[in-house]
């Protein structure tokens, strides 16, 4: 019979301490939601006080004034389609760095890595000047091949060390079996790879959800605005609309709060094996 460890006074302070720290990050999101429903003299006058009366015309206002059904289509399909090409690019790219070790993948791999320290306030203005030469400026295309190149460097950091925990041997035993390189690739390793890549997935997705810097800079069409660029419409040099500008906010963190919640586990299940492999 093993003994049970008991349920000591330091352990209890450790929880205690992490239940507040908890609800201290929880503090924004009561302050957004709780004034998202107020009019806007009583945020002006007391924003930390819940709502005397729940005015859920904010949110019909807000949805209206950001034409919030196209702008989620666009972050919809930004995200996806960039999302989706990063960490198939990525694994991809990993995997055949790993498995071909030469000189020139290890150089390739050190450029992503060194990459990954480069502020991008330093390539902001060469990167606009690619992007008019490649003439993709002002388009969609434009800013999801932006975000490939600048999602990169981590999903293949990332990716490779986990690719290193594959047991070389299940691939060439498949080899022996008749199937090609890219076969191997797709139905042996990236199934194995699974853990890492929804891993890769939510944080590219939180990031590119998220991201008003290279929509701003790439996106001059207002049907092209995605939801960070419909909402700072309400931010004015001398006015500000809190009570249509909060809602907004929440609407857009609303689908990816949801899509963080459904697949968490997956990151601390990627973040665990990538510690322990490789």
Known sequence: MGTQKKYSGRLFITEAVMVLVGLLFLVPFYFLFANSV????????????????????????????????????????????????????????A??????????????????????????????????????????????????????????????????????????????????DGCTKITVFFRIVLPMLKPMLMTVIILNCLWVWNDYLLPSLILQKPDMRTIPLATYAFFGQYTKQWDIALPALVLGITPVIIFFLLLQRYIVEGIAAGSVKG
């Open 95 to 176: 995997y055949q760095m790993v498995r071909s070790d030469t000189t020139f993948n290890k150089a390739l791999f050190f450029l992503f890595v060194a990459a990954m320290v480069i502020p991008f306030q330093s390539i902001m203005i060469p990167l606009l000047k690619v992007i008019n030469v490649l003439g993709v400026n002002n388009s969609r295309s434009g800013l999801i091949l932006t975000y490939l190149g600048l999602g990169a460097p981590m999903s293949i950091f990332l990716f490779h060390g986990f690719v290193k925990s594959i047991p070389l041997e299940i691939e060439e035993a498949a080899t022996v």
């Open 38 to 93: 107020k009019p806007f003299g009583d945020i002006m006058t007391n924003s930390a006080s819940w709502p005397a009366v729940f005015q859920w015309e904010n949110y019909t206002k807000a949805w209206e004034l950001t034409r919030f059904p196209e702008a989620f289509a666009n972050s919809f399909g930004i995200t996806v389609v960039s999302v989706t090409l990063m960490a198939l690019f990525a694994a991809m790219g």
